[in-house]
C-alpha cells in the first residue's frame, strides 16, 4: 500500500491500511494512522500524528516549520484529528514553543485547495475552510465554522462555532457563534439561518439566536448591556448562552 517510489523515514510510524502515493516524502517523528490514504507528491514533516482515515490529496506539505521570525528550530507539533479531507495544495504548519507548540486540528474537516493554516491554529471539527482560506497564526475555528473561499483571518483570532463567513471576507476580530459576516474588513450580516436549519436547528431556536444577534447588534446597547440582557435570556436557552458566553471571553474586540 506504500508506493514503492515514495520515501518514507525508518522513524515514521506508518498504521496498517494506509494508503501512500508515488514521489510522497514521509519524515520522521510522522504517526499515521489507519486507513488514511494520501496521494503523490505529498510532504509530511514530524512531528506529526495523524488520525484514521484521513484523505490527503496530492501536493499538500504538511507539518512543516512555522513561518514565525521567532521558530528557532526547537520541537514543536502538529495533530490532526481523523476523517478529515485535505486537498491540493494544503499547507499546515506545527506550532511554536510561544504559541503552546501545537497546532491541532480536529475531525471531519474539509480543508479545500490551497487553505493555509498557520502555527499555532487550533481548529475544531466538521468546519469547512473553501480554496485559498488562509489562517495567521494563532487563530482558532470552532465546530461547523464555514470559511468561503480566499478568507483571510488575522493572528490570534476566533470564529465562533456556525459561523459562516462569506467569500473573500478578511476578518480582523473576533467572530461571535452563529453569525454571518462579509466584508473587508469583516461586518455581521445577521445569522447563519440556512446553515442552522441544514443542521437540524428548529424554527424555535432559530428564532431566539436571532433576538440574541438583534440584542447585540440592533438595540444601539453598550456591549456591557447587551451582555446583561443576553444573560437573561440564556437561563433558558444554551445556544443564547454559547452566545454571551463567547462575546464576554473574546481575546479580540467583536465584528461590530
Do not use: W
Request: hydrophobic letters at 40%; one cysteine or more.
Amino acid at each position: 500500500m506504500i508506493d514503492t517510489r515514495a520515501v518514507v523515514d525508518s522513524d515514521a510510524v506508518i498504521e496498517d491500511d494506509v494508503d501512500i502515493g508515488p514521489f510522497s516524502v514521509i519524515g520522521p517523528e510522522v504517526r499515521i494512522g489507519r486507513e488514511t490514504r494520501i496521494g503523490s507528491h505529498v510532504v509530511i514533516k514530524g512531528p506529526t500524528v495523524i488520525g484514521r482515515n484521513n484523505r490527503i490529496y496530492q501536493y499538500a506539505s504538511i507539518g512543516d516549520d512555522p513561518q514565525d521570525m521567532k521558530y528557532a528550530g526547537e520541537s514543536t507539533c502538529l495533530e490532526i484529528g481523523d476523517r478529515n479531507v485535505i486537498r491540493e495544495f494544503v499547507t499546515i504548519n506545527r506550532g511554536t514553543v510561544q504559541g503552546g507548540g501545537t497546532t491541532r486540528i480536529g475531525n471531519d474537516n474539509l480543508l479545500m485547495a490551497y487553505v493555509h493554516i498557520a502555527h499555532d491554529c487550533i481548529v475544531g471539527s466538521h468546519a469547512i475552510l473553501a480554496n485559498g482560506a488562509s489562517l495567521g497564526g494563532h487563530v482558532c475555528i470552532d465546530d461547523y465554522a464555514i470559511l468561503g473561499g480566499f478568507t483571510i483571518v488575522h493572528q490570534f483570532c476566533h470564529i465562533g462555532s456556525h459561523a459562516f463567513c462569506a467569500m473573500g471576507t478578511g476578518v480582523t476580530k473576533d467572530v461571535p457563534p452563529f453569525l454571518m459576516i462579509a466584508g473587508q474588513p469583516a461586518k455581521p450580516h445577521g445569522i447563519n439561518s440556512v446553515g442552522l436549519s441544514r443542521r437540524g436547528f428548529s424554527d424555535e431556536v432559530v428564532g431566539t439566536i436571532k433576538r440574541a444577534y438583534k440584542t447585540l447588534y440592533m438595540r444601539n446597547l453598550k456591549l456591557e448591556e447587551a451582555l446583561d440582557s443576553l444573560r437573561k435570556t440564556a437561563i433558558d436557552s444554551p445556544e443564547v448562552e454559547m452566545f454571551a458566553e463567547f462575546v464576554q471571553n473574546r481575546s479580540r474586540s467583536i465584528v461590530r
